[in-house]
């Protein structure tokens, strides 16, 4: 058997941790820059406010019901996650364990017994919420599949289900199935749903008992296939490795303020390779390729149709060390940059990713971007290693490039940000 661990308006419920007083008030949690709406409590969806909804459209309704409206908070929902995830890792193991998202967990349950199954989710959700104040629901069940429908009804019915939610007979699945309209099945895009509603295919139960070979035909060959089963309790899905490595590695964002000028990208770009090369130490690897791009909006006074441009270069070796990789982005945005457009968003990409420790260096190369003529480069490696520390401990830019900028005016627009109370000494909880 498998679980689902989800927890419940995650974004809210970390605003709401600190803060007391918003217990029964309706909570929302905007996204990149205060545009739209990405997170709401029980009380905002009850008000009205949409998913997805652009801020400015409902501040009339945010001011009519009271709504608590917040920025998006990333250290403090992130520090908060791995709080969760480590309670979830210490109880039942580390192998037990895959981490989907920031606020979900698939677990594997196959060594508790069947009788057992019920108590044994509700004493762990009670268990995370003592130990993290984050409240959460679990879905159980044979397949992955059917863990994302149980636990979408343990959520959407907490005062029957105590959220909680155990498929552990075919009744019990059935039910559950015939609850979840189609479109709402993990792994049924929506172009699919809409072909399915068409065909008269409403519900995850109807699709389950459609003959195998037309799903197959109909659902895009073997993906569809392996949901059909999932969907049939025979298990496809597996769980993967918490330790597997990503095979690309990217950091992006939207600008905070109209940008125009290459100073402004360059900074940006070198900004976001720092990120991104943070990333590839952290799981020791180091990129052969880096991608830039850039997005623009239309030139049409009254339209909305970004366009992109890209560029990429290969690394004479692959590299994980900052310097080195900014010495290949930054002439990639020179060479992308036109005067004229207004830019909206750039962004970093490595792939071509290789294990840092077997990485093979060119021999005829001496000095240039690679600074340093040595394959091993251990000077270099202590300085980022020294600066991974640093800003790890502080969360946040504390030691930076230069390149990346000192004050930095095209950074997103965080207005209505809580304080970061568990990552900053400065802001952290105070109880008096």
Excluded at 278 to 293: D, F, I, N, T
Aim: net charge positive; proline share 4%; glycine share 6%.
């Amino acid at each position: 058997m498998y679980a689902l661990l989800d927890c419940n308006s995650f974004y809210c419920s970390c605003e709401r941790l600190f803060r007391p007083d918003l217990e029964h008030r309706p909570v929302v949690v905007l996204s990149n820059n205060d545009g739209c709406v990405i997170a709401r409590s029980d009380e905002a969806k009850a008000a009205g406010i949409g998913m997805g909804t652009p801020y400015f459209q409902c501040r009339e309704l945010v001011r009519e019901k009271d709504v608590a409206v917040f920025s998006s908070n990333y250290q403090l929902y992130g520090d908060l996650s791995m709080r969760v995830m480590d309670t979830v890792r210490q109880l039942l193991g580390p192998d037990k364990i895959e981490v989907y998202s920031v606020d979900e967990a698939f677990l594997d349950f196959s060594a508790i017994p069947p009788d057992q199954l019920e108590a044994y989710a509700r004493n762990l959700r009670q268990t995370v919420e003592q130990w993290t104040g984050i409240r959460v629901s679990i879905g159980v069940a044979q397949t992955k599949v059917l863990c994302k429908v149980a636990n979408r009804l343990a959520k959407k019915q907490k005062a029957v289900t105590g959220c909680v939610m155990v498929l552990d007979h075919p009744e019990k699945t059935q039910s559950a199935l015939e609850q979840t309209e189609v479109g709402e099945t993990w792994g049924v895009g929506h172009q699919y749903a809409e072909k399915l509603r068409q065909w008269g295919i409403s519900t995850a139960w109807k699709l389950s008992r459609m003959p195998e070979e037309w799903v197959k035909k109909n659902l895009g060959g073997v993906v569809g296939q392996r949901l059909f089963h999932e969907l049939n309790g025979l298990p496809c899905i597996e769980m993967k490795d918490p330790l597997e490595n990503k095979k690309m590695i990217g950091t992006s964002r939207m600008f905070g303020r109209r940008v125009f000028e290459l100073k402004d990208l360059r900074e940006a770009v070198a900004s976001y390779t720092a990120r991104a090369a943070e990333k590839l130490r952290r799981q020791s690897s180091a990129a052969s390729v880096v991608e830039v791009y850039l997005v623009t909006a239309s030139e049409e006074k009254f339209t909305y149709h970004p366009k992109k441009y890209s560029a990429s270069a290969r690394l004479s070796h692959p590299s994980s060390m900052t310097n080195e990789l900014i010495a290949y982005t930054l002439p990639l945005v020179e060479a992308l940059f036109i005067q004229g457009p207004r830019y909206l968003k750039a962004g970093v990409n490595f792939s071509e990713l290789v294990p840092e420790n077997s990485t093979q260096c060119n021999l005829f190369e001496t000095t240039g971007k690679t600074s340093g003529s040595s394959c091993g480069r251990k000077e270099n490696k202590k300085l980022m290693a020294a600066l991974d520390n640093i800003n790890a401990s502080q969360q946040g830019e504390m030691v930076r490039f230069a390149a990346s900028g000192l004050e930095r005016s095209w950074k997103m627009r965080q207005e209505l940000m809580s304080p970061r109370y568990t990552t900053k000494w400065n802001e952290l909880f105070e109880v008096h």
